[in-house]
């Protein structure tokens, strides 16, 4: 028989037959598979040493004896689902796998924490072989037997006998679970131009208060959660933000599914119904232009209103995995100074920052636009722990001002627009023209993930944000549109 260079093809969802490979660089559990021409070049079977044509069937009384590879490739059998995996694979082999009816296999025997969380409850390898066992959770620690802890996976070596090992595993952290699924993490200093390539297991990287954070940017793939229920019991499906520096995960609406061409929650609301105060700007405004006042947080714009209000029907039993002390920024800062309703304009921070300078950031300088529902980190003025994404979010995920720029948060997972043709808010201040207060939003499939503003008065959709305590536990996903990110649901939240 001769040798072959193997070509292996990762499956997503279940391997296509009993021959079944585990990456040993992946710790998420996904099976690889070879096809049936390749297995008859690599593998041949023997009974008792004896050549047959094919391997006895699960059931049939057979174990393994032995598996002989001349290259070097180290393969364990699972008897409890019948299949052979590979802690090693040398790209040309040839291995032989012997049956037997008699002694000269031995059985590894787990008992894990958590049921079902791993891969298999027992395996049988050959006399001082070795077999793995898998999982998607935190290794805590394993009793009971002679043990290697490695990247998700509990690798039993020298086998001598029939073994029981005691594995305790633990959920991680979705924040955890995020960066140890993300191979790549870069950091960007160029915000001139859109960032639309595919970088799928991607994190980029900044700094809030000093606190490195990550964040998803050009056409993530790989940034879905679902998470919640609405009120007719649909579960909820959001995209990935960001990290934020209290180590929480945001999160922007996308809707009951996936491929949701309306993820808003309303589809044309003015931010403020008046307009013609630079204080109309605000989340929350105060009473008059005045600086100390207009920043008093002691009204509702309209768009807070539909905001709470949809919180209040669909998402009051999930505040207790939400974090109170994620900051929303609504950026009134004013580079020029002062505030004027008489004919004088200016910019707010954030126009400044990404159409004049090209410099987004996370940071919020003035207490009283650090929009929370927790006074020991901003204003404490959110009834509800749920707010909007910031224009400087956009830039950072590959937006630029003027510009179309289809990324992840313009997409939904059929490539086309999250929103339909509709036009949708965000937290940032923009502009005041002497007349007129701003914000920005961003386009629809009229113009694709075009960062802009409208006049507060305007009518655009609603795309709310939250974020997942850092304390949430990660439960399954990859993060992908078929397999989103989910959480471990408790009682207290964490």
């Known amino acids: 028989m001769k040798y072959i260079k193997i070509s292996i093809v990762i499956l997503s969802v279940s391997f296509i037959s009993i021959f ?68 090693k694979l040398e790209s040309e082999d040839l291995c032989n796998i012997d049956f037997t009816t008699g002694t000269g296999s031995y059985t590894v025997t787990v008992v894990p924490s958590i049921s079902g969380s ?37 690798i039993v070596k020298n086998v001598t006998s029939n073994t029981t090992c005691n594995i305790n595993v633990s959920y991680m952290k979705l924040y955890d679970k995020l960066l140890a699924d993300k191979s790549t993490v870069l950091t960007r200093t160029d915000f001139s131009k859109v960032l639309t390539n595919d970088n799928t297991k991607t994190l980029y990287t900044s700094t809030e208060n000093g606190t490195t954070v990550y964040y998803f940017a050009g056409n993530a793939t790989d940034n879905w959660v679902k998470f919640g229920k609405n009120e007719n019991n649909q579960d909820l499906y959001w995209r990935i933000i960001r990290t934020n520096s209290d180590g929480s995960v945001r999160l922007l609406y996308h809707g009951t599914s996936t491929t949701a061409t309306d993820a808003v929650i309303n589809t044309s609301t003015a931010f403020n119904t008046t307009y013609n105060d630079p204080m109309y700007v605000g989340y929350m405004y105060g009473t008059s232009n005045a600086t100390a006042i207009d920043r008093s947080n002691t009204n509702n714009s309209t768009i807070k209103g539909v905001i709470d209000t949809w919180y209040e029907q669909n998402m009051t039993s999930y505040t207790k995995y939400l974090s109170t002390t994620a900051v929303y920024c609504n950026d009134r800062s004013n580079p020029a100074g002062g505030y004027n309703t008489g004919n004088t304009s200016f910019y707010y921070g954030a126009r400044t920052r990404l159409d004049t ?138």
């Open 357 to 494: 300078n090209k410099t987004p950031s996370y940071d919020c300088a003035t207490a009283e636009d650090k929009f929370t529902a927790d006074s020991s980190t901003g204003n404490g003025k959110l009834k509800y722990p749920i707010a909007l994404m910031t224009a400087d979010e956009v830039s950072f995920a590959g937006g630029l001002m003027w510009t179309n720029a289809p990324t992840w948060y313009y997409y939904n997972s059929a490539k086309g627009s999250s929103t339909g043709s509709t036009l949708w808010w965000l937290l940032s201040p923009n502009y005041w023209d002497g007349g007129y207060a701003r914000v920005f939003s961003v386009g629809g499939s009229s113009g694709p993930g075009y960062l802009s503003y409208g006049y507060v008065n305007n009518t655009r959709g609603v795309r709310p944000a939250i974020s997942l305590k850092s304390c949430i536990k990660y439960s399954t996903g990859d993060g992908s549109a078929g397999t989103p990110y989910t959480i471990e649901e408790t009682t207290s939240g964490c």
């Open 118 to 154: 791993l891969d298999s409850t027992s395996k049988t390898t050959t006399e001082n072989g070795q077999v793995t066992f898998y999982t998607d959770l935190a290794i805590d620690s394993v009793s009971g037997c002679t043990s290697e802890i490695s990247d998700g996976k509990v």
């Open 20 to 87: 079944a490979y585990k990456l040993t660089t992946n710790n998420s559990n996904n099976k690889i598979s070879l096809t049936k021409e390749q297995m008859k070049e690599m593998l041949s079977y023997t009974i008792d040493g004896n050549k047959t044509s094919s391997m006895p069937t699960k059931g049939s009384g057979y174990k393994v004896k032995s598996i002989t590879c001349k290259s070097g490739s180290i393969l364990s059998w699972d008897n409890d689902n019948w299949l052979l995996e590979v802690e």
